[in-house]
């Protein structure tokens, strides 16, 4: 089995920052893509940023300048460094990965976590 467990999230105030992790655990052989979706109230969920094992990134043009992914392979974990927030980032943050197990590759999510930014 995989789980995908975040951490970070939670209430801070327009312009200040949060770090959220998501960390892999499991039987897992190696893992591609990693990236950060959001959902916000009403609406559907969207790509933050994405970063494939050679450390290439992808930003949302909403978060580009503010937001940086990152990951540690050694770890399973990605990170999102979240600086000058804004009350429209507020919303569920899911953890996306590619994980290879078995010779095939699946993709998992983690369980959410939730980021509001007040004005």
């Known amino acids: 089995q995989v789980q995908l467990v975040e951490s970070g999230g939670g209430l801070v105030q327009a312009g200040g920052s949060l770090r959220l992790s998501c960390a892999a655990s499991?039987?897992?052989?190696?893992?591609?893509?990693m990236g950060w979706y959001r959902q916000a109230p009403g609406k559907q969920r969207d790509m933050v940023a994405t970063i494939t094992s050679g450390a290439t990134t992808n930003y949302a043009d909403s978060v580009k300048g503010r937001f940086t992914i990152s990951r540690d392979n050694a770890k399973n974990t990605v990170y999102l460094q979240m600086n000058s927030l804004k009350p429209e980032d507020t919303a569920v943050y899911y953890c996306?990965?590619?994980?290879?197990?078995?010779?095939?590759?699946?993709?998992?999510w983690g369980q959410g976590t939730q980021v509001t930014v007040s004005s």
């Open positions: 499991g039987s897992i052989f190696s893992i591609n893509d």
């Open positions: 996306n990965a590619q994980i290879v197990r078995w010779g095939r590759e699946r993709d998992y």
